[in-house]
């Protein structure tokens, strides 16, 4: 294993670190928007680079790209306040002075990390967590930590029902006695599926020994890791990942404005957001016309930086008028514009008030935001205000380009689109409740027999589908055949032949 003292490693930058990265010109031969470094570098970064340029060449030339590298805390503080992509009022001192690079993400708050070690003569952690972030980015973590995003891992998992369709779905299966018996998914299947999105559970087990260009070298063995989900567990404790939406290491707030990123994860069948956007009329325009747009400006002006939005415009980012005038402020809680909950189990609600659906508890004791009959679980969600409150906000991004009367047009449809999807829903459930009252399925599990994987269908897959179609101004294909209006009608009909084909051979048994 090599070992080098830390002043050792500060010596060998002379010879080691690129010219980009000294902060006092540009580094040659390369495209200036590839390496746009500028700002000076602690030497502590310096040490990093000057390994990590020769180890890890992506990670080191995606850093000089970045913001991060270009700018120190201290400049970015200076900016008039609607510029800024900063929201601490004052940055440490010994951040504020450099641009922020290797050393100052990932040396951050040593004594809550498990993952921290001793590498090349410094602590540092294998992870950046939000609460790292929060020393320049506070009121985005702040936000961010509260949204049903950051929870994302125990809204799933901790939920018994969520639960139950996670392990039925994913889950290796065995045929026992003739019955087929559902085993818990591996932690390597869950990384890559529900948690790839949702977010695993970084632990670290020990040190591991690996090789690497520079010889072998102690790290932390962590388990569930990689993963990039929006609401991991990192081993600080905290919950979520910024690199969900700002990927290492250019942590670019373009990338993170375009629909690609969203796309990710909200895809059909159960969350078709990117598919229905690209089919809309908003899609079109930015698949034709996005490359020339402005995805970087601070704040984003409607009309003169895009002209029609992507998914950060609706949900998240600050948008103003070409004249100055704030129409949505910056939010990092996606939820927050948000008035009714199109997914869930089973009908659309109200948002809940807290980002943690784990405490929700309905009528019938069950954690879910409502009852079977559709009654909602009130206490736990947003009120006629709230909703009230927020949708004038969400109107305000439309009114940004559309007039009133075409605005409220398309808000009135929703609401219909909301009504008519929860009643096959209803019509579905119905249908349901008697198959199990009847006995021809069993409901210890509301998800592995096949009526039940039809009405999961009905609510996950293809209301799902129009649901999202009609609230992303259109996209004829998923509300008609694609997943739309056509299956969540032929579903029903299926699932009301499979209940009369079942009782019929229930009947002709007990006949014999």
């Known amino acids: 294993m090599i070992r080098l003292h830390r002043t050792a490693v500060v010596i060998l930058i002379a010879l080691l670190l690129p010219v980009a990265a000294t902060g006092s010109e540009k580094k040659k031969g390369h495209d200036k928007?590839?390496?746009?470094?500028?700002?000076?570098?602690?030497?502590?970064?310096?040490?990093?680079?000057?390994?990590?340029?020769?180890?890890?060449?992506?990670?080191?030339?995606?850093?000089?790209?970045?913001?991060?590298?270009?700018?120190?805390?201290?400049?970015?503080?200076?900016r008039p306040?609607?510029?800024?992509?900063?929201?601490?009022?004052?940055?440490?001192?010994?951040?504020?002075?450099?641009?922020?690079?290797?050393?100052?993400?990932?040396?951050?708050?040593?004594?809550?990390?498990?993952?921290?070690?001793?590498?090349?003569?410094?602590?540092?952690?294998?992870?950046?967590?939000?609460?790292?972030?929060?020393?320049?980015?506070?009121?985005?973590?702040?936000?961010?930590?509260?949204?049903?995003?950051?929870?994302?891992?125990?809204?799933?998992?901790s939920n018994p029902v969520y639960h139950a369709l996670v392990r039925t779905t994913t889950g290796v299966k065995k045929i026992e006695k003739g019955v087929i018996v559902s085993e818990e998914p591996s932690a390597d299947t869950l990384r890559e599926t529900c948690l790839g999105c949702h977010g695993t559970?970084?632990?670290?087990?020990?040190?591991?020994?690996?090789?690497?260009?520079?010889?072998?070298?102690?790290?932390?063995?962590?388990?569930?890791?990689?993963?990039?989900?929006?609401?991991?567990?990192?081993?600080?404790?905290?919950?979520?990942?910024?690199?969900?939406?700002h990927p290492r290491h250019g942590f670019s707030i373009e990338v993170a404005r375009k629909p690609y990123t969203c796309g990710q994860c909200h895809h059909e069948p159960d969350v078709p957001a990117w598919n229905v956007y690209e089919e809309s009329k908003h899609g079109n325009i930015y698949s034709s016309k996005g490359k020339d747009w402005s995805f970087n400006s601070v704040p984003w002006v409607v009309g003169a930086?895009?002209?029609?939005p992507t998914c950060s415009s609706c949900h998240n980012s600050l948008l103003v008028s070409p004249a100055g005038d704030v129409i949505a402020e910056r939010t990092h809680d996606f939820g927050a514009r948000l008035w009714v909950r199109l997914f869930g189990l089973i009908y659309s609600h109200a948002q809940p008030k807290s980002g943690d659906t784990t405490i929700i508890r309905n009528r019938d004791g069950l954690p879910l935001p409502t009852t079977f009959s559709g009654e909602p679980a009130s206490s736990f969600l947003i009120d006629g205000q709230e909703q009230d409150r927020r949708q004038k906000t969400m109107k305000a991004v439309c009114n940004g380009c559309h007039s009133s009367d075409w605005v409220n047009g398309h808000?009135?449809?929703?609401?219909?689109?909301?009504?008519?999807?929860?009643?096959?829903?209803?019509?579905?459930?119905?249908?349901?409740?008697?198959?199990?009252?009847?006995g021809v399925e069993d409901k210890t599990n509301p998800f592995d027999e096949s009526i039940e994987k039809l009405w999961t269908k009905?609510?996950?897959?293809?209301?799902?589908s129009i649901r999202y179609a009609s609230a992303m101004t259109g996209a004829p294909d998923y509300t008609s055949f694609k997943l739309g209006w056509w299956e969540l009608s032929d579903n029903l009909q299926r699932m009301k032949d499979a209940i009369e084909a079942k009782e019929r051979m229930r009947l002709l048994r007990q006949a014999r």
């Open 33 to 78: 928007k590839t390496d746009q470094q500028t700002a000076r570098l602690s030497p502590q970064t310096q040490a990093c680079i000057g390994c990590h340029t020769s180890v890890t060449p992506g990670i080191v030339h995606d850093w000089l790209s970045s913001r991060h590298s270009a700018t120190t805390p201290a400049e970015a503080l200076k």
């Open 305 to 308: 930086d895009f002209k029609a």
């Open 458 to 464: 009905q609510w996950l897959f293809y209301s799902n």
């Open 411 to 438: 808000f009135l449809k929703l609401d219909s689109t909301l009504k008519e999807t929860d009643a096959m829903i209803r019509a579905a459930t119905v249908l349901m409740a008697d198959a199990w009252e009847k």
């Open 201 to 245: 559970d970084v632990a670290v087990r020990g040190m591991k020994k690996v090789s690497t260009k520079m010889g072998e070298i102690s790290v932390p063995d962590l388990a569930n890791w990689p993963n990039q989900g929006v609401g991991r567990k990192n081993p600080d404790g905290t919950l979520g990942a910024c690199t969900a939406c």
């Open 81 to 157: 306040s609607l510029q800024r992509r900063i929201s601490a009022a004052a940055v440490d001192s010994s951040l504020s002075e450099y641009a922020v690079g290797c050393y100052e993400c990932h040396s951050r708050n040593p004594e809550r990390h498990r993952d921290n070690f001793e590498h090349m003569g410094f602590r540092i952690n294998v992870v950046v967590s939000p609460h790292d972030c929060s020393a320049c980015h506070p009121e985005e973590v702040a936000q961010f930590s509260g949204s049903k995003k950051a929870n994302a891992i125990a809204n799933l998992m």
